[in-house]
């Protein structure tokens, strides 16, 4: 189980100060992966999971519930960067199924079903929680936008072309 000693191990490799946003941590991550990671709000059911972690072969995606508070947002992205930061091995998606989560406008009943079938043991929800209890309680000082994609800066130029090209998908 991660301890708030090692979480700061871990942020110091990142390269990130005792305080920082959801968006700083999310460039650091994506920087230490080297892939593109897309943050999206999505409306999930209100008795389901609020959020989810999906890895493709080419980005990290993270759907987390879009009609709740900004902080409440913001706990459940770092629930699942919890997951990334702890090294747990996340549901891995291929085939027709990682295109669509490029795709503009993602169908909810597809994402629901692909967040379903999470692989996550009940000791690693719990640590991911922990984590993101910590991380909120002593690391995140604002609850401010952030960007759906975040880029490192490995990636290609024309990826954030493609990107902005596609735009975000509906709010």
Request: glycine residues 8%.
């Amino acid at each position: 189980m991660m301890d708030h000693r090692r979480l700061r191990r871990e942020l110091g490799i990142l390269g990130l100060p005792q305080r920082f946003s959801v968006g700083r941590l999310a460039e650091a991550l994506a920087r230490r992966r080297g892939r593109p990671l897309r943050l999206r709000p999505e409306p999930l059911p209100p008795a389901g999971l609020s959020g989810g972690l999906l890895i493709t072969a080419d980005i990290d995606f993270i759907a987390y519930q879009r009609d709740t508070t900004r902080m409440h947002q913001d706990h459940i992205v770092c629930h699942e960067f919890g997951h990334l930061l702890a090294g747990h091995r996340p549901v891995t998606v291929t085939g027709p199924a990682a295109a669509r989560l490029l795709a503009p406008h993602i169908d909810p009943a597809v994402v629901e079903r692909m967040l379903g079938r999470s692989c996550s043991s009940e000791s690693e929800e719990r640590e991911a929680e922990r984590i993101a209890d910590l991380l909120m309680a002593h690391h995140i000082t604002e609850w401010a936008a952030r960007p759906e994609w975040v880029l490192p800066d490995t990636a290609p130029p024309e990826l954030g072309s493609l990107l902005d090209t596609l735009g975000p998908g509906p709010a």
